[in-house]
């Protein structure tokens, strides 16, 4: 089976997670750390702000169940792209809504659905950052499947598109 792989950040990483979990066509998840000068960061070092990653999910899905486009589509329903730094209570760099593209074809993809949105549905302009994707730290295992496992962790998801 032939997989495809996209990253996003849309503030805590634990509900980001578990809502794409819940997409037809996502083979698996994982969180992490992207966008940052340092090297295998740990959690702590993240929230503190020292590093400059967000906290991403690493989303692996087979590309004839879902496509890119319909991914960006639920990125986009599921937090506040026009809120800078912050989703919900959590407020930080780390937090920030960025889309980290791996080829030209999803930075393209990226931006036109950018575009479209700011003329279309937003009041306030998209702030979500597209970015080259670099490394991608996998974080500390007690973070993966966070919601999943403990049935908390989702303040900012609203997981009523997804279904």
Known sequence: ?????????????WGVQYYFDQVPGVTKTEVGY???KVDNPS???VSYEETGHAEAVKITYNPKKVTYQTLLKQFFRMH????MNRQGPDVGEQYRSAIFYLNDEQKSQAQKATDKLNKEKFNSKIVTALEKAGEFWVAEDYHQKYTERT???????DYAPVK
């Open 1 to 13: 089976m032939k997989s495809d792989v996209a990253i996003f950040a849309a503030g805590c990483f």
């Open 34 to 36: 992207i966008g940052g």
């Open 43 to 45: 959690y702590e070092q």
């Open 80 to 83: 506040d792209p026009t809120q």
């Open 151 to 157: 049935g908390r962790g989702a303040c900012h998801i």
